[in-house]
DNA sequence: TTTACTGCAAAATGTTTGCATAAGG
DNA sequence: CCTTATGCAAACATTTTGCAGTAAA
């Protein structure tokens, strides 16, 4: 479940995005991978951070996220609690959003994938080009303790 | 395109969810649905009150979303810009979102609510209960001044 | 060596809170 | 009346900015 990434690549992914592989990006790539599916904050981020890199500042965390989410190493999250929430880039576009715990969670499935994009083949959408299409299922944890499942029936 | 809601009416409404319908209240409810698919912020639905109501507070402006959103007359807006932006409730769970623009445009769509309606059915969620599936689309305009239309072509 | 990034601290924004006064039911 | 909401100002939280010093390429 918890995928490794070693420096190295993250570096490489860095500098590939066209930026500075410094060590400070690295520890952030690095805690966004760590945390992926926890959608941080920069606070988060850097609270993570600190023990381990003390003199890592907040302003940094900042303008780290930032420019991730500008070149497209990570994505911002959609979030209806006003936060900018960040997620290391992967598949999963939609999210699952409990509205008493307030979790957001990623939430993969190809087969949904297939359907959106066919009907949206089908709508002519004059002047706008879809980058991607990500579902939000809002709603509420029968038991806030368990984990949610999903399964396919049919 | 624009629909008229008297103020009557509006009361009525602000009764009905269980608050108490001041002057306050009935003017922000009132501009939210002036508003409406524009997505403001407190901040924004203050400076449009302020000129007709000079003495209305932005704090009261905070306050009277919060206690609309709880009591679900108003819905909260998901946003990667990571304010708080708030909606007149309506049948629209769907946003179409320009990057370049940042515009976050209404989108209703009921061939698309009734697959995705059929598509979780089939889905067995253990654990979690879904209130609203709404579905983002991001992307860029083409032309960024013209609008954006949907039609269907099969 | 040059350019871009960091840390720091201050400023700018955005949001919440507490309380005395005012208004709704 | 009694309760709840308002306005105001202060507190708090979040994000951005400017700049001198530092590290990456």
Redesign the pocket.
Known sequence: MEQHYSRDIL?QQI?EAG???????IVVYEALHELHGHHP???EVFQRLRPV?P??????????L??FAERELVKRVLSEE???RYDANNLAHNHIYCSNTKEIMDYQDEELEALLVSFFQKRNMENFEIKSISVQLTGTKKDPDKQISITRTE
């Open positions: 570096k500098i930026l500075k592989a410094t060590h400070q990006r904050t920069a606070e890199n003199s890592i500042s907040l302003g940094t965390v900042y303008k780290t930032d420019s006003g936060g900018k």
